[in-house]
């Protein structure tokens, strides 16, 4: 890895481009970087007629780390309702997690003390939770046979399919991420086992990669019990493992813990040597584009995501969220997060930005 680190950005659709600014700012505040600027999703559909075009996808193998700030918008959406062959931004997203052979979303849910009265959840229900979602990202119904028939007055069909080094490879990563955040570990991995086959097979090979350690604690539960116990029970869980379905919806409801999906990080990684690919869970928020309002923290979070598991510079990565953390007991926040509560003051995105920079400068 070159000392100055090279990152491709993706700013994408929507809010992205704002978000995206305004954490380079952050990153420039804290290290040296090397930027190359690429076009992913909806802004490449309109410039190349595809959603991700192998010239990016290049440059992203090239690099030492991908920073994506979001994808899609009505605009193409409305394309796709009118003609269903058309490409989708999402595309340009699940392409380059494949090419990169990222299998792992790693997605931390941790509410910020200053927020707890921003969740939908009471407060004595959050306290306490600090959880990470790892999500299967390169297989399930995602990336399975689909296609529609014209049958039966049409037909329309999406193959989940898993093979056991699938399975067990996320499996691993799991448990290995278990033994980091805890001396106690606990692994829940949920599937549909009553009900598919494909989660019975991952099942069975859960409990094969569990005997290699017995030191974590494992138990299985149902897909639709899990976002029961998300909702009731949330600081009961430790580490959630999960196929590509299931984790998208689970841990976009952790989310909401934190109060907003503007507040939640995520890291995609791959195998040793492969550059990860970082962004905000939230979407691309076309509704807010270029009215200064949108919230960067989760992108800034992030990229301090980046720094820890994709670049080996932890101490930065300590700067940027201790900063964010204080900016967020200061008050400030965003339109996504504010309540009117007493001490909050409404900010846009530069405010914040500006905020954080001061306090990252101060550490």
Not at 252 to 281: C, H, K, N, R
């Amino acid at each position: 890895m070159s000392e100055t680190s090279r990152i491709v950005v993706l700013a994408g659709d929507g809010i992205g481009p704002e978000i995206v600014d305004a954490t380079r700012q952050v990153l420039d505040a804290v290290g040296e970087f090397e930027y190359t600027e690429h076009l992913i999703g909806g802004a490449s559909i309109d410039e190349h007629g595809v959603a991700l075009t192998d010239e990016v996808t290049e440059a992203c193998k090239a690099s030492d780390a991908v920073l994506l700030g979001a994808v899609g918008g009505p605009k193409w959406d409305e394309a796709v309702a009118k003609d269903p062959t058309a490409p989708r931004p999402e595309q340009g997203l699940l392409g380059i997690r494949k090419a990169l052979g990222l299998y792992a979303n790693l997605r931390p849910v941790k509410p910020s003390p200053a927020l707890i009265d921003s969740s939908p959840l009471k407060k004595e229900l959050i306290d306490g939770t600090d959880l990470l979602v790892v999500r299967e990202l390169t297989g399930g119904i995602y990336f399975g046979d689909s296609g529609r028939r014209d049958d039966n007055g049409g037909t329309a069909y999406d193959e989940c399919a898993y093979s056991v080094p699938e399975i067990t490879r996320i499996t691993v990563a799991a448990f290995e991420a278990a033994r980091q955040r805890s001396d106690s570990p606990r692994v829940t991995s949920v599937d549909k086992a009553n009900v598919l086959e494909s989660s019975r097979l991952w099942r069975e090979t859960v409990k094969q990669v569990a005997e290699g350690y017995p030191d974590v604690e494992l138990d299985h539960m149902l897909v639709d019990n899990t976002a029961m116990q998300l909702v009731s029970r949330p600081a009961d869980f430790d580490v959630i493992v999960t196929e590509n379905l299931f984790g998208d919806i689970l841990s976009d409801e952790a989310a909401m813990l934190t109060g907003s999906l503007g507040m939640l990080p995520s890291a995609s990684i791959g195998a040793e040597g492969q550059p990860g690919l970082f962004e905000p869970v939230h979407g691309s928020a076309p509704d807010i584009a270029g009215q200064g309002v949108a919230n960067p923290l989760a992108t800034m979070l992030s990229a301090a995501m980046m720094l820890r598991y994709g670049l080996g510079r932890g101490e930065a990565a300590d700067r940027i969220e201790q900063a964010v953390d204080t900016v967020l007991a200061s008050g400030l926040r965003t339109p996504d997060l504010y309540s009117g509560a007493e001490g909050e003051n409404k900010a846009g995105t530069a405010e914040v930005t500006a905020a954080v920079l001061a306090e990252v400068g101060q550490r």
